[in-house]
């Protein structure tokens, strides 16, 4: 097992248990969901079953890069409830903020999972993947 493979189990472990979160502590994520969103129950549901869907695909072999290319898509689909929480000073269903400090650090912390799950996926700068590439396995 390498490098690869590890962050991709360990990332995969952390998806689909905040997935798994969004199911049993609904409250704690509507909060910072943006009022333009709609039903904020509705989006917490649904970003845990692809938060879910997600981490399975880091864990399983077959599907790591789809994983990988996913996970990075949702770092960045996610992002603008994060910002919102950040522009607002929104607190989360227990009544903690993060400080300013806090947020920077999430903001970078989410660049990063960005680029670690473009790793994971094995992308490379300028190339687009075929559906035939996302369901190839270098691992074992």
Request: charged share 10%; glycine share 10%.
């Amino acid at each position: 097992m390498n490098l690869r493979c590890l962050f991709a189990i360990a990332g995969g472990v952390f998806f689909t248990y905040a997935g798994v979160l969004h199911f049993t502590d609904t409250s704690w994520f509507e909060p910072i969901v943006p009022p333009v969103l709609g039903s904020a129950t509705f989006w917490v549901l649904v970003s845990g079953v692809v938060e879910i869907a997600v981490g399975l695909s880091l864990i399983i072999p077959k599907t790591r890069k789809l994983g990988g290319y996913a996970s990075a898509a949702l770092l960045v689909a996610l992002y603008p409830a994060n910002l919102y929480m950040w522009v607002y000073d929104v607190e989360l269903g227990d009544g903690a903020s993060l400080s300013p400090t806090g947020h920077v650090f999430r903001l970078l912390a989410q660049i990063g999972g960005i680029l670690l799950s473009l790793w994971i996926a094995e992308w490379k700068l300028g190339t687009v993947p075929s559906l035939n590439d996302l369901f190839e396995s270098s691992e074992s």
